[in-house]
């Protein structure tokens, strides 16, 4: 089922991206996982071509389902993009790019999309990153800001589309997929929107109540507290001892588009300061009551 979120703005990345993905990647072998991407991925160019061809049966199935959805949505032709494999074009077997060609295939299919598959290539091997761990993550650099623009071929026919960027898994803080969509709009594109076959979901995740995970789910989409709590159906009062609980487990990354203006954490800190302890009253006289107990309550998250 074709499931939203966005890609938050940071370093890599400009403005917000609304973005779509199928399935939750749980990690390869893990019981539900969608362990067909990875058989694409065909790592070390040893998988069977009977297992990679039915893995290309199941995306085709899933992309003839999703893309024209993600197309009604916004009522205009898109040019399919795909981010590009993390080593130069030469390095990988035919095998191993199946999934593009996939995709090239499928959209030449669709009515209301335009292939432009090739219109980022890659030139300068990167690290495979979710090999680098285990020590396969081979030559070349981990992401940093501007890395799709060193190593790629980008194509200047970019300019003035609207562009859906597809690749086969996104995980959040990798930044691979960030920095690509950048890229695409730096070279002019009007629109960029992001798919992803899969989204891969943080283990500790688990860890969170399930009406917690509730409300991670909506503050994919969300910033509005009062928004949130509505879609989750509780009080706002309770949206923030999620919030809270989300920053123990799983950091604050997850929850910095909420996070309050400097000068709002500034005030809270120093008054912190002169009151001695973090208790919500204190602090709540001590700025006068110019800073509501929920602002303060957020607030103190970013401080510790």
């Known amino acids: 089922m074709l499931k939203k979120f966005r890609i938050r703005k940071n370093g890599f990345l400009n403005k917000d991206i609304q973005s779509y993905y199928s399935r939750d990647y749980l990690g390869y072998g893990n019981e539900g996982n969608p362990d067909f991407i990875s058989h694409l991925k065909n790592q070390f160019g040893t998988t069977e071509k009977s297992i990679i061809q039915n893995a290309k049966y199941e995306l085709v199935e899933i992309l003839c389902k999703d893309l024209p959805k993600i197309r009604e949505f916004y009522n205009t032709d898109l040019s399919i993009c795909v981010v590009p494999r993390a080593k130069a074009e030469n390095y990988y077997s035919d095998n191993q790019m199946v999934f593009r060609r996939a995709i090239s295939e499928i959209v030449g299919s669709l009515n209301g999309f335009e292939d432009c598959t090739k219109f980022i290539v890659r030139q300068i091997n990167t690290r495979t990153t979710h090999m680098d761990r285990s ?33 086969d898994i996104y995980t959040k803080g990798v930044n691979v997929d960030e920095d690509a969509i950048q890229a695409l709009l730096d070279r002019g594109a009007n629109s960029v929107i992001f798919y992803a076959v899969g989204r891969t979901i943080l283990r500790k995740t688990a860890l969170l109540k399930p009406c917690v995970q509730k409300t991670l789910s909506a503050l994919d989409n969300e910033s509005d507290l009062n928004i949130i709590a509505h879609m989750v159906g509780v009080k706002k009062r309770t949206i ?7 920053v123990l487990i799983l950091g604050k990354d997850e929850v910095m588009h909420i996070k309050p203006p400097h000068s709002t954490i500034r005030a809270v800190e120093n008054a912190v300061m002169k009151v001695g302890d973090e208790r919500l009253k ?23």
């Open 282 to 304: 204190p602090i709540f006289e001590e700025l006068n009551g110019e800073i509501s107990y929920d602002d303060i309550r957020i607030s103190l998250m970013f401080i510790n």
């Open 135 to 167: 020590g396969h993550g081979g030559d070349g650099d981990m992401p940093y800001i501007g890395i799709t623009n060193v190593t790629c071929n980008i194509s200047n026919d970019i300019n003035g589309r609207n562009i859906l960027l597809i690749d």
């Open 240 to 246: 923030i001892d999620h919030i809270s609980d989300i």
